[in-house]
């Protein structure tokens, strides 16, 4: 992964991620976001880029104490590359740095999240106010996303 580069994405950084994004979307393997919602969002990404071109995203949201990584998508032609770890490993540093003390994670591949630490959970363990974007999925109300978490510990 020496190639790839981790960087805060900017504005005009958002219509790559909206492609990105809707590319998953449409194999309903996560939520699209239009371009206008990326730019909302946009403090909440990380972005992977190899010589230029953007490769991969992922976001960190806050809901207080308690974080979500969300939007994580890596190109097809760089999975199993490490992007995906790189990513989700920097939004967890990014929650440390932040004070976070758990990080959670709705997703369709628990195993890979598994891998990072994060454990299987009941759903129930997250406030309501976390399924306001579940009102737009098309799997909304029959969900069958594994939730998982990680505990935050201080870096010594």
Same mark, same amino acid.
């Given at each position: 992964?020496?190639? *790839?580069?981790?960087?805060? @994405?900017?504005?005009?950084?958002? @219509?790559?991620?909206?492609?990105?994004?809707?590319?998953?979307?449409?194999?309903?393997?996560?939520?699209?976001?239009?371009?206008?919602?990326?730019?909302?969002?946009?403090?909440? =990404?990380?972005?992977?880029?190899?010589?230029?071109?953007?490769?991969?995203?992922?976001?960190?949201?806050?809901?207080?104490?308690?974080?979500?990584?969300?939007?994580?998508?890596?190109?097809?032609?760089?999975?199993?590359? !490490?992007? !995906?770890?790189?990513?989700?490993?920097?939004?967890?540093?990014?929650?440390?740095?932040?004070? *976070?003390?758990?990080? =959670?994670?709705? %997703?369709?591949?628990?195993?890979?999240?598994?891998?990072?630490?994060?454990?299987?959970?009941?759903?129930? %363990? =997250? @406030?309501?106010? *976390?399924?306001?974007?579940?009102? #737009?999925?098309?799997? =909304?109300? #029959?969900?069958?996303?594994?939730?998982?978490?990680?505990?935050?510990? @201080?870096?010594?």
């Amino acid at each position: 992964m020496a190639d *790839i580069t981790l960087r805060k @994405p900017g504005v005009q950084d958002a @219509p790559e991620i909206q492609k990105l994004l809707a590319h998953y979307a449409a194999r309903q393997m996560l939520l699209p976001l239009t371009t206008g919602q990326v730019v909302e969002r946009l403090r909440d =990404f990380v972005v992977a880029e190899e010589e230029g071109r953007l490769v991969g995203c992922g976001a960190l949201h806050l809901w207080s104490d308690l974080a979500e990584i969300r939007s994580l998508a890596v190109a097809e032609s760089h999975w199993r590359r !490490g992007v !995906g770890s790189t990513l989700v490993r920097a939004c967890l540093q990014e929650g440390r740095d932040l004070g *976070i003390r758990r990080v =959670f994670v709705l %997703t369709y591949k628990p195993e890979f999240f598994e891998r990072l630490g994060f454990r299987r959970v009941p759903k129930e %363990t =997250f @406030p309501h106010k *976390i399924w306001e974007d579940c009102m #737009n999925c098309p799997q =909304f109300p #029959n969900c069958s996303e594994t939730a998982l978490l990680t505990e935050l510990l @201080p870096v010594a």
